[in-house]
């Protein structure tokens, strides 16, 4: 049985940086009103239906997302993780939320997007917002701590019994596997028979600086993937989705 989980975007809430970078109050919601038709017919700006620009902050927001969700067959959420070293984190307030409401019956995971923030999306790549910084062993046992009441709740996906934790960009993170490894043997400390990793959308081919060391599955993006990469029994492609063990990730 596929088991379909969708990729989720935490940003639909305003905080302090956001507040700062963007403007008092900015959410996704923002962007989305902002938008113009580009052509006879063209909807847009997209409006949600009864005009529900909901905040992610408000409790009753996913009441509503995860009773949507199990109506239309969705089983999981994954949720993007915003973490920059040294305890700073972005976006972690419904995630928190999330953990500490055991009423959502409802399974997730989390994807780490370890990108540096900067205006690109405006424009202006080289205006940093917010450096990521990998730092050293004891940053990623900081970054673990933080994450095992995540992995230890009964809602947390598993794969063989072992908490999915996702990597959005390995290529941009050369010690990556010294962090699986010590994860791993730290989850395994933790009671946990260990973690399960993937990556997201990784470049692969032979000069690939990506190995399959400590990766148990690749997330691959089309329609670029499909007959132009090696094939590998650790990858399932889809038209679409991507597919990990009897999950399929959207």
């Keep these: 049985m596929i088991k379909t989980i969708a ?17 008092k109050g900015f959410t996704e919601w923002t962007n989305t009103k902002k938008t113009v038709p580009q052509y006879r017919g063209h909807y847009e700006p997209r409006v949600p239906l009864n005009e ?14 995860v009773s949507l969700a199990k109506k239309y067959g969705v089983y999981g959420f994954c ?18 939320n999330y953990l500490d409401d055991k009423s959502l019956d409802f399974p997730f995971c989390l994807s780490w997007a370890n990108e540096t923030w900067s205006r690109r999306w ?5 205006d940093i917002l917010i450096k ?31 908490p999915l934790f996702v990597l959005y960009k390995p290529e941009i993170f ?6 699986f490894s010590l994860w791993n043997k730290l989850a395994k400390q933790a009671g946990l028979s260990g973690l399960s990793f993937a990556i997201q959308g990784a470049v692969w081919n032979n000069q690939s600086d990506v190995d ?16 132009t990469q090696p094939r590998s029994k650790k990858v399932f ?5 991507h597919t990990i063990g009897n999950y399929v990730l959207f």
């Design 174 to 179: 050369p010690e990556y596997e010294q962090m």
């Design 132 to 162: 990521q910084d990998y730092g050293n062993k004891d940053s990623w046992t900081k970054h673990f701590n933080y994450l095992l009441p995540f992995f230890k709740d009964s809602r947390y996906i598993t794969v063989d019994n072992k």
């Design 7 to 23: 990729f989720y975007l935490p940003q639909f809430h305003s905080f302090p940086e956001n507040d700062k970078w963007w403007g």
């Design 52 to 65: 529900y620009y909901y905040n992610l902050l408000d409790p009753k927001t996913f009441k509503w997302q």
């Design 122 to 126: 405006n424009g202006s790549e080289q």
């Design 79 to 96: 949720f993007y993780h915003y973490w920059f070293g040294e305890d700073k984190k972005l976006m972690y307030k419904p995630l928190e």
């Design 212 to 227: 399959d060391h400590m990766i148990d599955y690749r997330i691959m993006y089309e329609p670029g993937f499909t007959g």
């Design 237 to 241: 492609v889809l038209a679409s989705p």
